[in-house]
């Protein structure tokens, strides 16, 4: 029996050595940068479609320099490794758990708009419930990917994920700033230290890894 | 005395155990191998600690075996070596796993 947990332990620890490069924590609070961004450039007077391109090309650059990162310096450093079946059926779990949350995300926003729309019902269009669904799903995708892929640190990161969306109303609803200005600060407080992480994490396997070595 | 008898048979098994599997850089590279489906040269070398050198000479031994199959291809102008265990491999990983653990446990205190 302790043979098997130590067999586990030796594929949980080669698996966990691919997350230790901070380049999922540099592009996830980037991620939330932008949303905090994002409700900047709502409050402001650009209009709704030229905000929506600004972010989609924010967003687009960031997942560009998360694959480069992982292709040009990652790789060259620890080199590539296919997992085993196991592993790939958990990722598959992720996947899917992602794909639930990005399609309940997507109904929310619709939610949010349609709520704004003339026409919805009083009643409907004054329920929070995108901040709750968004904070509630945050938690369990986070926590589903924290538990299948064996990284722990994405617990504290569904949290730092579900708190400024809610927290962004609250703060709204209590002082005298705007909605957005709110949303803007409760996003970069919780996406900033995720990069803050990220970035002492990547100099820190710079270090461990320099590609001369190899 | 009848204890003894039976330990000295159990230790003339350990003359049966695969000695290519019982080195421990190539028990390394092994369980490594075993427990992922393919990876290559420099994850190898990260993971388990050994030179360019010493991890090349191990692999050429395990390839002679028919442990281990390396394939060589070029990713742009540069070589790329993967590494995955064989069927013969992992069974001989396994087999040396149970007969240690057999010859371990029938010890007595």
Not at chain 1, 123 to 129: D, E, F, G, T
Not at chain 1, 131 to 140: E, G, K, M
Request: hydrophobic fraction near 50%; aromatic fraction near 12%; proline fraction near 3%.
């Amino acid at each position: 029996m302790s043979e098997k947990i130590n067999l586990k332990d030796l594929e949980r620890k080669a698996f966990r050595s691919t997350f230790q490069d901070g380049l999922w924590d540099i592009f996830l609070g980037l991620l939330l940068l932008n949303m905090g961004g994002g409700t900047l450039l709502g409050g402001s007077e650009m209009s709704l479609l030229w905000s929506m391109v600004v972010l989609t090309l924010f967003a687009g650059a960031v997942l560009i320099l998360f694959w480069a990162g992982k292709k040009f310096i990652t790789t060259p450093r620890i080199g590539s490794v296919k997992f085993g079946a196991q592993r790939k059926s958990k990722l598959k779990r992720v996947r899917l758990a992602l794909f639930v949350s990005v399609l309940l995300g997507a109904l929310m926003a619709l939610w949010g708009v349609g709520s704004s729309v003339a026409g919805v019902p009083y009643v409907i269009a004054r329920l929070p419930l995108p901040a709750y669904v968004w904070a509630a799903q945050c938690v369990v995708v986070f926590s589903l990917a924290a538990y299948f892929m064996d990284v722990t640190r994405f617990y504290l990161y569904g949290v730092l994920y579900a708190l400024p969306f809610p927290l962004g109303v609250v703060l709204a609803q209590n002082t005298n700033l705007s909605g957005s200005v709110s949303m803007a600060i409760t996003f970069g407080l919780a996406g900033g230290p995720m990069v803050l992480v990220g970035v002492v994490l990547f100099f820190r396997f710079l270090r461990r890894y320099p590609v001369g070595a190899q | 005395m009848a204890s003894a008898e039976a330990a000295g048979g159990e230790l003339r098994d350990l003359t049966s155990i695969d000695r290519l599997v019982h080195e421990p850089a190539r028990f390394m590279i092994l369980a490594l191998l075993y427990v992922v489906e393919s990876a290559d040269f420099t994850f190898l070398m990260n993971q388990t600690g050994l030179t360019w050198g010493n991890l090349s000479s191990h692999l050429s031994k395990l390839e002679e075996a028919g442990y281990v199959e390396i394939q060589k291809e070029f990713k742009g102008k540069k070589p790329h070596t993967m590494l995955h265990l064989t069927d013969e491999g992992r069974a001989a990983f396994r087999g040396y796993r149970q007969s240690m653990k057999q010859v371990l446990d029938d010890l007595p205190d």
